[in-house]
């Protein structure tokens, strides 16, 4: 039986994505949504999730407009920003890390 690597992870693109959507949804920043088709949004972050971007005029729209995350070339803040929108805190990290154990055998 073979043995598989295990390496620490690196954050991905997927956790860095949400925290930044996180980030527009808790600061309530109206941000333009610039889409592939050269078609711009303009609305508040309501709610983000694998595949989609709920955008809406008021932090309480009954009828947000939903935005396919394929669709989205680029998301900026409206109006320049006073202060940088801080992204909220990481879930705290396991106090263990997974070893790395290098193979000893050459493969063939």
């Not at 309530?28 to 983000?48: D, K, M, N, W």
């Not at 680029?74 to 790395?100: G, S």
């Amino acid at each position: 039986m073979k043995k598989k690597e295990t390496r620490p992870k690196s954050r991905s693109r997927r956790q860095l994505q949400h925290q930044q959507f996180a980030a527009y949804r808790t600061s309530q920043a109206p941000v333009i949504v610039h889409l592939a088709t050269g078609a711009r949004l303009q609305g508040l972050v309501l709610a983000s999730d694998d595949y989609v971007v709920l955008l809406g005029r008021q932090p309480d729209d009954i009828r947000p407009t939903v935005v396919y995350k394929r669709a989205i070339c680029l998301v900026t803040l409206a109006n320049a920003p006073d202060a940088p929108v801080v992204a909220p805190a990481p879930a705290p990290e396991p106090d263990f890390l997974p070893i790395y154990i290098p193979r000893t055998s050459k493969r063939r």
